[in-house]
């Protein structure tokens, strides 16, 4: 389906031409676009000459266009197109008007301008009466504009900003992070009032960004550049919308050359530059940007710090010898204790510093042997003879205690008594004689 030709009212009066638009199908019971928001219009005039230019010119359903010469005729068609599906609607029939000539009051407030610095905005305006005149400003919620009715009535007055005698006006307490405004100033002067021309506001895009902050630090061979956000970067809608980077100016602050300035930059706040020299004065200047806005902060303050004379290098390597020289330590220590351990358990398998107990032998009628324990020395009982004597007095009896005579566990319960066997024989026999 085609877009149709919209509907184009225009009126001219006190040198400005104003224009109506309605959408395609806007008297239709039945209708293809069901959403007349959904429609841009673009309008194309000229000035009806032999000379005239194209302009093109992107409107709301209500609008108004100055800038024209006075007392010249101007001609005007627009088309509705959708955007977001490519479609490109027809033109409407081509409408003439006679543009008037402008009457300047000096009561109104002219050439209005906005100043916008990190989410604070003022209003300023020209006065062009000199005596006592009020102000009161007033905006507009700007997607008003974007519907087809009438929003005349939907202005408002600002806060702070009323009956006010000064030419200008701080309107931040009105500013939220989406959408955009207009704002006007209507000027009075007893029972005689003047509104005064429109001025847009889009935040993110009429706002400037503030300069950074910045603080300097140094350790060995190391700048350390800590980089305080502009203030409007204290709102976190903001600080994300506008994605900013920071663009880093630093050189040496000498005075017997010229020292090229170096360029970094970083996304985040903190920055570090390497390699800078001992014993030496450098200076930093900082700068906030967005690209997606395409916009920048003017430079910080210029910030400057002396490094210290180079005297580390000697405690480097003494730090160096140190750690070495414990390594080398802890390894020897390590490599000693795992020797000894070694040698204690080898000792202990094969060179046990105990025998084992005699009843451990002939356990279970097997004696005990390990091929890594040595034989251990038979042991030696000790045995002695007791003989009986028979006196003359009668049958006391006389013990006679021999000397001991050791012989080895295998002859155990053998006596040798082969030195004394005549001398008992002998004692035998005279002892029967005597009792005979």
């Given at each position: 389906?085609?877009?149709?030709?919209?509907?184009?009212?225009l009126?001219?009066?006190n040198?400005?031409?104003?224009?109506?638009?309605?959408?395609?199908?806007?008297?239709?019971?039945?209708?293809?676009?069901i959403?007349?928001?959904?429609?841009?219009?673009n309008?194309?005039f000229?000035?009806?000459?032999?000379?005239?230019?194209?302009?093109?010119?992107?409107?709301f359903?209500?609008?108004?266009?100055?800038?024209?010469?006075?007392?010249?005729t101007?001609?005007?068609?627009?088309?509705?197109?959708?955007?977001?599906?490519?479609?490109q609607?027809w033109?409407?029939?081509?409408?003439?008007?006679?543009?008037?000539?402008?009457?300047?009051?000096l009561?109104?407030?002219?050439?209005?301008?906005?100043?916008?610095?990190?989410?604070?905005?003022?209003?300023?305006?020209?006065?062009?009466?000199?005596?006592?005149?009020?102000?009161?400003?007033?905006y507009?919620?700007?997607?008003?504009?974007?519907?087809?009715?009438?929003?005349?009535?939907q202005?408002?007055?600002?806060p702070?900003?009323?009956?006010?005698?000064?030419?200008?006006?701080?309107?931040?307490?009105?500013?939220?992070?989406?959408?955009?405004?207009?704002?006007r100033?209507?000027?009075?002067?007893?029972?005689?009032s003047c509104?005064?021309?429109e001025?847009?506001?889009?935040?993110?895009q009429?706002?400037?960004i503030?300069?950074?902050?910045?603080?300097?630090?140094?350790?060995?061979?190391?700048?350390?550049?800590?980089i305080?956000?502009?203030?409007?970067?204290?709102?976190?809608?903001?600080?994300?919308?506008?994605?900013?980077?920071?663009?880093?100016?630093?050189?040496?602050?000498?005075?017997?050359?010229?020292?090229?300035?170096?360029?970094?930059?970083?996304?985040?706040?903190?920055?570090?530059?390497?390699?800078?020299?001992?014993?030496?004065?450098?200076?930093?200047?900082?700068?906030?940007?967005?690209?997606?806005?395409?916009k920048?902060?003017?430079?910080?303050?210029q910030?400057?710090?002396h490094?210290?004379?180079?005297?580390?290098?000697?405690?480097?390597?003494?730090?160096?010898?140190?750690?070495?020289?414990?390594?080398?330590?802890?390894?020897a220590?390590?490599?000693?204790?795992?020797?000894y351990?070694?040698?204690?358990?080898?000792?202990?398998?094969?060179?046990p510093?105990c025998?084992?107990?005699?009843?451990i032998e002939?356990?279970?009628?097997?004696?005990?042997?390990?091929?890594y324990?040595?034989?251990?020395?038979?042991?030696v009982?000790?045995?002695?003879?007791?003989?009986?004597?028979?006196?003359e007095?009668?049958?006391?009896?006389?013990?006679?205690d021999?000397?001991?005579?050791?012989?080895?566990?295998?002859d155990?319960?053998?006596?040798?008594?082969?030195?004394?066997?005549?001398?008992?024989?002998?004692?035998?026999?005279?002892?029967?004689?005597?009792?005979?």
């Amino acid at each position: 389906a085609e877009i149709g030709p919209p509907g184009l009212e225009l009126q001219s009066m006190n040198g400005i031409v104003k224009v109506k638009v309605s959408p395609p199908e806007a008297n239709q019971r039945k209708k293809m676009w069901i959403n007349d928001l959904s429609f841009k219009y673009n309008l194309v005039f000229w000035e009806n000459s032999s000379h005239a230019q194209l302009r093109n010119k992107n409107i709301f359903p209500l609008d108004t266009i100055d800038d024209l010469a006075p007392n010249s005729t101007y001609c005007f068609k627009v088309q509705a197109n959708l955007p977001l599906e490519g479609k490109q609607g027809w033109f409407s029939p081509i409408s003439c008007v006679k543009t008037t000539q402008k009457v300047q009051d000096l009561l109104c407030a002219a050439n209005l301008s906005i100043l916008a610095l990190d989410m604070r905005f003022h209003l300023l305006w020209d006065k062009q009466e000199e005596q006592e005149v009020t102000y009161n400003v007033q905006y507009l919620l700007g997607y008003l504009k974007t519907l087809n009715g009438d929003y005349s009535d939907q202005w408002r007055s600002v806060p702070s900003c009323e009956n006010i005698t000064s030419s200008w006006c701080n309107f931040s307490s009105i500013i939220n992070n989406t959408g955009f405004y207009y704002l006007r100033v209507q000027a009075r002067q007893g029972h005689k009032s003047c509104l005064s021309g429109e001025v847009k506001v889009d935040p993110l895009q009429t706002n400037g960004i503030g300069p950074p902050g910045v603080r300097l630090e140094h350790s060995d061979t190391l700048l350390h550049i800590y980089i305080t956000p502009p203030k409007c970067a204290e709102d976190e809608f903001v600080r994300d919308s506008y994605g900013l980077s920071y663009r880093i100016l630093y050189w040496k602050n000498s005075s017997d050359k010229e020292e090229e300035l170096r360029q970094k930059e970083v996304k985040q706040t903190m920055a570090t530059v390497s390699d800078v020299s001992p014993s030496t004065l450098y200076c930093v200047k900082v700068q906030a940007f967005s690209r997606p806005y395409n916009k920048s902060s003017a430079y910080s303050q210029q910030e400057c710090i002396h490094t210290p004379a180079d005297t580390s290098l000697p405690w480097i390597i003494f730090g160096i010898f140190m750690g070495a020289l414990l390594v080398v330590l802890l390894v020897a220590a390590l490599l000693v204790f795992v020797l000894y351990q070694a040698y204690h358990k080898i000792k202990y398998v094969f060179f046990p510093s105990c025998q084992p107990p005699l009843n451990i032998e002939g356990f279970g009628a097997q004696p005990f042997s390990s091929p890594y324990l040595a034989a251990a020395e038979e042991p030696v009982e000790s045995c002695c003879v007791i003989e009986s004597m028979i006196t003359e007095e009668g049958n006391q009896i006389d013990f006679t205690d021999y000397n001991h005579s050791k012989q080895s566990s295998r002859d155990s319960g053998n006596y040798s008594n082969d030195d004394n066997t005549s001398g008992s024989k002998g004692s035998k026999e005279a002892l029967e004689k005597e009792s005979l």
